[in-house]
């Protein structure tokens, strides 16, 4: 199995040690196997030292990799955690680590005491409904990789939100849509938020016309956000609901794919314009001269109204303006020059030229 | 995804860990294997053993068949002999991977053993695989004088596939009549192409062994003419569970895991030995997966390594002075 020593210490690296640690708990461990875990993954000795009152001997465990108790030499401990319940200190855990610290000992030795504290006043695990929360209303970077490690996401797997809400106050408030198991990333359930149903979805997650027709029958509106990686998916949280927001009875679930740069109009946190498929596009085409040409072509459409107009002042035939306007709508993926998208189409000239 | 709750708490957070072994892809599985048995060989101590290699010939002029041959150190007269086979699903791993058990059976019993470096599946479809196996049993009851191991004292034991082949060399053995096997040793044993037990039904996405990798483990060993589990000419050497009569065969200790898709066949094996009148001794290890034992430091494979080492003991301990 991989060792501490092998795990590159980012996200992925953080969550595999939280991981880690919670399959100890999640299958009945106690202190004796945590020590022989911790051990084992740390590749060095560790120890704990378990406070009880009312008496003076020592209860006190070391472990080396290799399953030994007490081994020689006992180093000082290079790093130590209180294992702390409400503010009582239980006792402590280390590790023996002989030369410089890895950097992700501090997280093994903050999991070990967590553990511990579970292990010795047992509580209840956060549901799993709980973590889907954590990932969404996040308290710290920290609670975000514990949830992704209990829900069993990896921190880069690209997701999106879907808010669903019914049409008016009296129908049923937690109708929500059901979603396939394929579309859920690792094992997060569907939360209730206000009044609003939340779902994590695959980055890939695109809706059926039977979950369309689902959403019209139950008078069901809602809203898939735009991608972003497990870890920061609480940043596009607003997209969904602004998403949802434009949903209507002939368009009953909305894609915040289909609004394009209209998404930074959405209240909340900034929204990278990498997460918008439309900019990213733009940006692309943007960067050949013939590309250059055709967003001068759609800028010259916007300003003027019609193809007429935007082949007279660019000395074209208006059939020329149409054919380019045509072809970049095949690079950024919709019509540019529909009139459903038009507010779409102004909003990726304005960010592109305002950026 | 299953969770699998009477997973041993330790193995579970040793399982997050593990890198995944795709049997599908061959040349991936055996790179990944080879690297995983890498770092625990790379800082394996043969204090007290010996280790040479040495060359049986194959059988019905197939290529020789490399043995690696650890005895104790400082013993005095004939010791006994356990024949090894590795496993890795007929189709990756090797010999080297493993040397750790070899050592220490060899250090701690004072056992010889023969460690065989059979030919691989697909490449080797069966026969291939067994008789390399049978070979390397022939080439050890010959030589034992001058190899300094007792012929009448012949373990012959594996792993998972290596388990499987144990099984059929051990009834080639039976049938044959030149080698006397006195103790059969099946850890985890492959043992069944029909795949129709309850685990192996049941158990499809389990760690490290589940029904979709033993499909192809037995499309790669038995070739290319093998039409699948209704296939009635599959030999009981390649399938030892197809084997009709168990009578006769030598005593025999067998283990499986609780989460192993083969945990069912390797019982009915066990089960159906004791109904034919062999000496058995089963042990079923709880919350274990197949392969678990990789994980060294837990505590249930603590004493899995224990009693398989003390079950060897006793199964290849001298025999009473015949008068």
């Not at chain 1, 560790?46 to 007490?70: A, H, Q, T, Y």
């Not at chain 1, 303006?321 to 990726?348: C, P, W, Y």
């Not at chain 2, 991936?28 to 010996?50: E, I, Q």
């Not at chain 2, 496993?87 to 080297?96: L, Q, S």
Request: charged share 20%; glycine share 8%; with cysteine.
């Amino acid at each position: 199995m991989y060792r501490l020593a092998e795990l590159d210490a980012d996200s992925a690296g953080l969550v595999r040690v939280i991981d880690y640690f919670d399959a100890l708990v999640r299958h009945g461990s106690d202190t004796a196997s945590l020590l022989r875990a911790s051990a084992q993954l740390a590749d060095c000795v560790v120890g704990i030292e378990i406070v009880e009152r009312g008496r003076s001997k020592k209860n006190l465990r070391r472990c080396d990799p290799r399953g030994r108790w007490s081994p020689d030499p006992q180093l000082p401990p290079s790093m130590t955690r209180n294992i702390a319940v409400d503010d009582e200190v239980l006792g402590t855990v280390w590790i023996e680590r002989p030369g410089a610290s890895l950097p992700l000992d501090e997280m093994l030795v903050d999991r070990m005491a967590l553990t511990a504290a579970i292990i010795l006043q047992p509580r209840r695990l956060p549901t799993e409904a709980e973590h889907t929360r954590n990932l969404l209303f996040p308290m710290d970077e920290l609670a975000v990789l514990t949830s992704c490690a209990g829900l069993g996401i990896a921190p880069q797997t690209p997701v999106r939100v879907m808010a669903t809400k019914a049409v008016s106050d009296t129908a049923d408030g937690t109708a929500h849509l059901v979603i396939s198991p394929d579309c859920t990333p690792g094992k997060a359930v569907g939360i209730d938020a206000d009044g609003e149903y939340l779902n994590l979805v695959t980055g890939s997650f695109a809706p059926t016309p039977e979950l369309s027709e689902a959403a019209l029958s139950s008078f069901i509106r809602a809203g898939i956000s735009l991608t972003a990686p497990a870890s920061e998916v609480s940043t596009i949280l607003s997209t969904a609901r602004f998403a949802r927001a434009q949903a209507s009875a002939t368009t009953p679930i909305v894609n915040a794919d289909n609004l394009g740069a209209l998404n930074l109009l959405a209240p909340g946190p900034h929204i990278d314009h990498s997460r918008i498929p439309d900019l990213v596009r733009a940006e692309e085409i943007g960067d050949t001269k013939q590309g250059l040409e055709l967003l001068e072509t759609l800028r010259s459409y916007l300003q003027s109204g019609t193809l007429r107009a935007a082949a007279d002042s660019m000395h074209l035939h208006h059939s020329s303006v149409a054919h380019r306007l045509a072809k970049l709508s095949q690079h950024v993926g919709f019509h540019v020059d529909a009139i459903e998208n038009r507010a779409r189409a102004t909003a990726m000239m304005l960010v592109l030229d305002g950026g | 995804m299953t969770t699998f709750p009477t997973l041993d708490p330790e193995l579970a957070a040793a399982l997050t860990m593990l890198p995944k072994v795709d049997f599908a892809d061959l040349p991936n599985a055996r790179a990944t294997y080879d690297a995983l048995v890498g770092t625990m060989l790379a800082d394996l101590s043969f204090d007290g053993v010996t280790l040479r290699e040495l060359s049986a010939p194959g059988l019905d002029g197939d290529p020789e068949v490399t043995i690696r041959f650890f005895t104790p150190d400082n013993t005095a007269g004939p010791v006994p002999v356990l024949l090894w086979i590795h496993g890795g699903g007929f189709a990756i791993g090797t010999a080297e991977s493993s040397d750790p058990f070899c050592v220490e059976v060899a250090r701690e019993l004072g056992f010889a053993v023969a460690n065989v470096e059979y030919r691989l599946a697909p490449e080797t479809p069966f026969p291939g695989p067994v008789d390399d196996c049978y070979a390397a049993l022939l080439y050890i009851h010959a030589h034992a004088e001058e190899l300094g191991v007792d012929p009448r004292r012949i373990a012959v034991g594996g792993q998972s596939a290596g388990g499987g082949l144990a099984a059929g060399t051990v009834l080639k053995a039976r049938d044959e009549g030149v080698v006397p096997v006195a103790f059969q040793f099946l850890e985890i044993p492959e043992l069944d192409d029909r795949l129709a037990t309850v685990s192996m039904t049941n158990f499809v996405d389990t760690p490290l062994w589940h029904r979709p990798n033993a499909i192809l483990s037995w499309k790669y060993y038995l070739g290319g003419s093998y039409s699948g589990p209704e296939d009635p000419d599959v030999s009981i050497y390649a399938a030892p569970s197809r084997a009709t009569d168990l009578t006769g065969l030598p005593p025999t200790y067998l283990s499986t895991m609780e989460l192993d898709p083969l945990r069912d066949e390797g019982i009915e094996y066990a089960l159906r030995l004791l109904q034919a009148g062999v000496s058995v001794e089963l042990h079923s290890f709880p919350g274990t997966f197949h392969g678990s034992a990789l994980v060294a430091t837990a505590a249930v494979s603590e004493r899995g390594a224990a009693e398989a080492l003390t079950a060897l003991r006793r199964g290849l301990r001298s025999l009473s002075p015949v008068s």
